[in-house]
């Protein structure tokens, strides 16, 4: 197979794209890694002759894996969806990749399919402190609507809290923040389940845990993980939030809720460093057998 990594150049070598480098090439697997803004599309009647590396027409892969997840621009979408035209197997698509960038917007749609989600709130400015207190108990989150590895989350501990920090965003305003109020699900302080779903099957999940008396239990904010065995009811809820946004790959976050779960996030290019570290699961090799499997490309 040859295939395309399409992620910012600066992410280049990243643990998880030297990983799909290294196993690709145990597996005779070309793989090539390109930055969106090195293209230039044309649309045109013509087809296969419209997506221009600088300034040279490209052979088309036989697959693409998207990596800019949250950080994914307009035009890193319009190169995806130029590709999707040009009937290449995007794994994942633009649209599910967009909706997944929206925290809210994924909300809406796991909500409106009765999956359990945080309570959550789109605030607006001038943002109604009374409004909110009315419909959350401090503590509370406060959180940008598109960002990851726990960047952009903050813990509200009271109203002055809160007010503090309105003061900041309502000040940024003018580069366009938006933000969102989500519910504190205090069993989940510190804690959650990180499942990685892979064609619709969960291929690993793990326990993440924060530093000591940090509510943060991201890897990448010096969170630590485990193995974790999935229940049926974890197993369920993260299929099925991946299959509502559709999509191939999905790191699905689940959060603690007494004697149950919710589902708080799902990235579309989610890392998967101390997965591997924690779980022995080879991620990317799941994935070229996952896209082997959809090519048809096994004999």
Not at 3 to 23: P, T
Not at 144 to 154: A, H, I, P
Not at 197 to 213: C, D, F, Q, S, W
Request: charged letters at 25%; a negative charge.
């Amino acid at each position: 197979m040859k295939g395309w990594i399409i992620c910012k150049g600066k992410n280049r070598d990243s643990y998880e794209n030297r990983r799909f480098q290294e196993v690709a090439q145990e597996e005779g697997t070309e793989l090539e890694f390109y930055d969106p803004n090195d293209f230039d599309i044309i649309t045109t009647k013509g087809g296969r002759k419209s997506l221009i590396h600088n300034g040279r027409e490209v052979s088309l892969p036989d697959f693409v894996l998207p990596r800019m997840g949250s950080g994914t621009t307009y035009f890193g979408l319009a190169v995806i969806r130029q590709l999707e035209r040009l009937k290449v197997p995007v794994i994942n698509g633009a649209e599910s990749i967009e909706q997944a960038k929206d925290k809210l917007h994924t909300l809406q749609i796991l909500a409106a399919d009765n999956l359990p989600t945080p309570k959550t709130m789109l605030a607006r400015f001038p943002v109604n402190v009374d409004l909110i207190e009315k419909e959350f108990a401090c503590p509370l989150i406060v959180k940008t609507l598109s960002g990851s590895e726990g960047k952009g989350v903050f813990l509200c501990e009271n109203r002055e809290h809160l007010e503090d920090l309105l003061d900041i965003l309502n000040e940024a305003r003018d580069v366009n923040v938006n933000f969102i109020i989500q519910e504190f699900v205090s069993s989940s302080k510190g804690k959650d389940i990180r499942v990685f779903v892979v064609g619709g099957m969960p291929i690993a999940a793990m326990l993440r845990k924060g530093k000591e008396g940090k509510f943060k239990a991201n890897i990448a904010a010096g969170g630590s993980g485990e193995p974790y065995e999935l229940n049926p009811e974890v197993e369920w809820l993260s299929v099925k939030a991946s299959q509502l946004l559709n999509l191939d790959l999905a790191g699905v976050d689940i959060l603690f809720d007494g004697e149950h779960f919710k589902v708080c996030e799902v990235n579309s290019a989610p890392g998967f460093e101390g997965l591997e570290k924690a779980t022995g699961v080879n991620v990317p090799h799941q994935i070229y057998h996952y896209i082997r499997v959809r090519l048809g490309h096994f004999t």
